[in-house]
């Protein structure tokens, strides 16, 4: 019985196939994903990758390839390399794919040249690979670059850029050295041939003793120092010792990282024997001419290079040259020049300079450096500094005026602001004395006023007019803190400040004075804060507003802007600012303005334009005091009739603005013994009964040298000293020191008629406990003594930056 062959087990064979076929499906979405971020890869970035068959025909590219070929990705695909390039690169191309493939080393390409299909020519940079199967048969090759065709170009440009120079060089009929003050770096070969000195015996030596004689060195050493860019003679040496002269003009460059100078060495033996055979021959003089136009030539370019405008004015002052740089600086051309109608000389100023060229042309006589002004062709007027001297003609007799004018508006401006500076620090120490004197004696009022009042009721009659004298004194105190602003000295108390929220409350309490002034706010919400002492800013504004409005006696609008800027040393240097992070604020008015005259002295102390009833001259002057002594400037633009604006700069700060504290009139008594050091004996008396009424005991020093006695027997006993800045002999600095050298924890209250800046700054810096300025009322003295006694610490208590 034939045996029945078994069943074939179905079920298993399909589900072996669908487990292989799901792990194919799975291994094609692996691929699918892979070959997605690939193109995703080659699609994004710049460099270039391409596959290709070993023929060289293209099989895949990145889209960067169309991109630089200009070849849709259709036409691309499938060109070999011989269609888009020269027969030496492709040639070039297969050599280098031949050992990629005989070796399956990788290769880099430098500088393969291709033509895009608009026929530009590019360059790319390449590494090629070999591509294997998965039988490790070599079946293609694959590449990776970038476009360097720019760089090939900059290349190329260089090279032939130093080939032109290297040959100019060369052919260069005069002499050409480089040195740096007078070592020689580099020379040409006429250099060489005119002194017979090989190139290695000229480098690095000094061509100042080698090459130029005894006696013209001190010159050919004093026109290297200058800087010197017209031409001039000396005499010089060759390798043999021979002497011949030689006309030298250099200038200094940039070479090789460092600045040089390049100097043009011309043989002008010749022209000298010219010249001495002129006064002999008259076919002589003819040669003679005709060198001379070659170096008309010569100064021709040289006028038509110089940064300083020059004009040529013939014997009836009539234009007939200008330089490139004329037109530019002053905007006339020649032809506006000649056409007789042009205002470039101011009307007051053309008679004497009309007489200094007669005199010029008749006399021989020059000028240097004078200053002056000139038209500009918009109508402004322009700073000059004038140099001239009258020019023969080839038969010796006076032609004409050259003319040399250097700009130097911005060196005006900059020596105006100097001069500002100094004439206000000048006053402001006139000033700040008398701040202090009066402040002394403001004191000496104050106190007794205090004292009057401390126990009268306000009911009593005589209350109402000690309170109005007190006024008086606080408006007097007020004068003298605008001195200070003057002298740069008197920043009180420093705080952090939001300066947007202080000009908000400042429009408004001035809005309120002045209704007929509108006031609009242009305020940067982003605007840093700043560290000031808040209310001489507030005085600041109100100086600048109060001129606005006598600036606009009817009424009108006020524009005030802030913003943050950050400031160069370009912007600061003429106000003697430092560069930094600043805020900016702008005050513009639509008053009356100012002209020039008006504008350069409305910063100096008492100078007003105003009727004496309505003005001091010390609003703007304490105004750019205190803007200074806050380490900033005021700027000013103006124009007659046009309104005026004031541009103030601070510097930022980085702390955070500090919370308002409400004011407290309270007297604050106490208990304590304080020693009380001045040499003015009125403020003594004055002050000692102002700190008994206030429950403490008294002990007194008229100077330095007393009260340091009085603390070493009795310092277990005193409680607190209020020291004097100044004082003669021993003053309060060296005192401070002294005291606290023999009790380091020793409570000091600093008080002056001057402000916290200079000299009082520095000793609260050193650690002293607060400071209080004269003349101060009864209330702040009390809240300064409690300040400082209840102070665990022997540091200063006031903010001072």
Not at 110 to 139: H, M, N, Q, T
Not at 361 to 377: A, K
Not at 407 to 412: H, L, P, R, T, Y
Not at 543 to 554: D, E, G, R
Request: net charge negative; charged share 30%.
């Amino acid at each position: 019985m034939p045996i029945k062959p078994p069943e074939p087990d179905y079920e298993n064979h399909t589900e072996k196939l669908k487990i292989e076929n799901a792990g194919l499906k799975r291994q094609m979405a692996d691929l699918q994903l892979a070959a997605e971020r690939f193109d995703v890869f080659c699609s994004s970035m710049k460099e270039i990758y391409f596959e290709c068959g070993l023929n060289g025909d293209l099989t895949y590219f990145s889209p960067t390839l169309c991109e630089l070929t200009g070849y849709p990705a259709d036409e691309l695909m499938g060109k070999n390399n011989r269609e888009y390039t020269i027969p030496k690169t492709a040639k070039q191309m297969f050599d280098i794919f031949n050992r990629v493939y005989m070796t399956g080393k990788p290769a880099k390409i430098s500088d393969y040249e291709i033509f895009g299909k608009d026929g530009r020519l590019r360059y790319l940079e390449l590494s090629a690979y070999l591509i294997r199967d998965a039988l490790d048969r070599p079946v293609g090759f694959r590449g990776i670059g970038r476009d360097v065709t720019d760089r090939f170009v900059m290349i190329k440009e260089l090279r032939d850029s130093e080939e032109r120079f290297r040959m100019l060089n060369e052919v260069s009929f005069s002499g050409i050295m480089i040195h740096d003050n007078g070592m020689v770096m580099d020379c040409n070969a006429e250099l060489c041939r005119m002194t017979g000195y090989a190139v290695d015996e000229l480098i690095h030596r000094n061509g100042v003793e080698l090459l130029c004689a005894p006696e013209s060195r001190k010159l050919l050493i004093q026109k290297i120092a200058v800087g010197d860019e017209q031409p001039y003679n000396i005499i010089a040496l060759k390798k043999g010792g021979t002497r011949f002269p030689v006309e030298i003009q250099a200038r200094n460059i940039p070479y090789r990282g460092k600045k040089v100078r390049v100097a043009e060495f011309r043989d002008v033996t010749e022209r000298k024997k010219a010249e001495d055979a002129l006064r002999k021959s008259r076919v002589r003089y003819r040669q003679l001419y005709k060198e001379s136009l070659k170096a008309e030539e010569l100064y021709q370019s040289l006028l038509n290079s110089s940064a300083d405008a020059i004009i040529l004015l013939d014997a009836d002052q009539k234009a007939q040259y200008i330089n490139p740089a004329f037109t530019r600086i002053f905007g006339w051309t020649l032809r506006d020049l000649t056409c007789g109608n042009v205002l470039h000389v101011p009307r007051p100023l053309a008679l004497s300079f009309s007489e200094t060229m007669k005199k010029i042309m008749l006399e021989g006589v020059s000028i240097q450096g004078f200053e002056t002004q000139r038209h500009i062709r918009n109508g402004n007027i322009l700073d000059v500094s004038i140099s001239a001297s009258r020019y023969l003609d080839h038969g010796g007799n006076p032609a004409g005026v050259v003319l040399i004018l250097r700009d130097i508006s911005e060196q005006k401006r900059y020596q105006w602001h100097m001069e500002q500076a100094q004439k206000m620090e000048s006053i402001g120490t006139l000033a700040g004395g008398v701040a202090h004197d009066f402040n002394n004696l403001l004191m000496g009022i104050q106190g007794r006023l205090s004292l009057l009042m401390l126990n009268m009721p306000q009911s009593d009659a005589r209350h109402a007019h000690l309170k109005e004298m007190e006024d008086y004194v606080i408006r007097a105190a007020d004068l003298t803190r605008q001195l200070l602003g003057i002298a740069r000295s008197g920043k009180i108390e420093v705080k952090t400040t939001e300066i947007n929220a202080l000009i908000q409350k400042h429009n408004r309490m001035f809005g309120r004075t002045c209704k007929e002034m509108v006031i609009h706010e242009d305020l940067d919400p982003s605007l840093c804060a700043a560290d000031v002492d808040q209310r001489q800013i507030e005085q600041v504004l109100l100086n600048i507003f109060v001129n606005a409005s006598h600036a606009m006696p009817s009424g009108g609008d006020l524009y005030i802007r802030t913003s943050n800027e950050r400031l160069d040393s370009t912007r600061t240097a003429p106000y003697d600012a430092t560069p930094g992070q600043y805020i900016r604020i702008s005050i513009t008015d639509a008053g009356i303005g100012m002209d020039d005259a008006v504008r350069k002295r409305i910063f100096e102390p008492f100078f007003t334009t105003k009727d004496r009833e309505r003005g001091t001259g010390l609003g703007l002057a304490s105004a750019y005091g205190i803007i200074r002594n806050h380490g900033g400037f005021i700027a000013v633009y103006s124009e007659k009739g046009k309104g005026s604006t004031f541009t103030i700069y601070i510097p930022a700060s980085t702390s955070t603005p500090e919370d308002e504290k409400p004011n407290d009139d309270e007297i604050v008594e106490g208990e304590g013994t304080v020693l009380l050091v001045d040499d003015e004996e009125m403020i003594r008396t004055v002050a000692e009964e102002m700190i008994r009424a206030l429950g403490y005991e008294v002990i007194t020093a008229e100077g330095g040298a007393e009260a340091l006695t009085v603390f070493r027997e009795r310092r277990d006993e005193i409680d607190i000293i209020i020291l004097d800045l100044i004082m003669p002999k021993m003053g309060g600095s060296e005192t401070f020191d002294r005291l606290r050298e023999v009790d380091a924890g020793a409570k000091v209250l600093l008080s002056s008629g001057y402000g916290i800046n200079g000299e009082a700054s520095a000793i609260m810096k050193r650690g002293c406990n607060d400071f209080i300025q004269k003349p101060f009322s009864i209330h702040e003295l009390s809240k300064k003594i409690k300040a400082v006694l209840t102070s665990d610490r022997s540091g200063s208590s006031t903010e001072c930056r």
